[in-house]
């Protein structure tokens, strides 16, 4: 089970389970249009032509690794949104982390990758859907499990409801924005 984020990662992900030794089924979360159209989304040559598919990808903007305190976890076009917000980006103890794949999870590489922030206290989930819906439920242990046990954990999402999304797009900003929000609080 897999969401990818880029089309390089799209490409390379179509490509591992064409290739690949191990047959097994493969479930693709796509995302939204809105993605599609987000350049940030798009993925250059070399992309394509020299890289792999990262079931994690990490944070790509210029820190220092020793000054990260949180870091955000998520899959889709949330980040998109992340990288869009003003003071996500001038926050420099905050990193970006996308899950690329949900299923099999990958706490290995979820775990190298946080081992590359030493003084990370605190690892926050981040899902555009309401809590009782989206990967939450099926992957905090997961992730659990890949966390120095003096790190906090937390889940910021819409709280739980019915139905899945906001249908009116004033409505589904203010809530992106409260995520953002709540993402910032200390």
């Known amino acids: 089970v897999a969401m990818p984020s880029t089309s390089a990662q799209m490409f390379h992900l179509l490509r591992r389970q064409q290739l690949g030794q191990l047959h097994k089924p493969l479930i693709v979360f ?5 993605t599609y159209k987000n350049t940030l989304s798009h993925s250059v040559w070399d992309e ?9 990808l990490d944070d790509a903007r210029p820190r220092v690794k020793g000054d990260i305190t949180k870091v955000v976890l998520c899959s889709g076009k949330v980040f998109y949104d992340l990288m869009k917000d003003e003071r996500i980006q001038t926050e420099s103890d905050i990193a970006l982390v996308r899950i690329e794949q949900l299923y099999p ?5 979820l775990q190298q990758c946080l081992s590359e922030y030493p003084d990370v206290r ?7 859907e309401p809590r009782n ?4 439920t099926s992957i905090r242990e997961w992730i659990e499990d890949a966390l120095n046990p003096k790190v906090k954990l937390r889940c910021v999402s819409r709280p739980a409801a019915s139905a899945s999304a906001a249908c009116e797009p004033s409505v589904h900003r203010q809530e992106i924005e409260r995520l953002i929000e709540d993402v910032l609080k200390a």
Request: zero cysteines; a negative charge.
């Open 30 to 34: 796509t995302p939204k249009v809105q």
């Open 48 to 56: 394509l032509t020299h890289q792999s598919y990262q079931e994690v």
């Open 105 to 109: 999870f990958p706490t290995q590489a």
């Open 122 to 128: 605190e690892v926050i989930w981040l899902q555009e």
């Open 133 to 136: 819906h989206g990967a939450w």
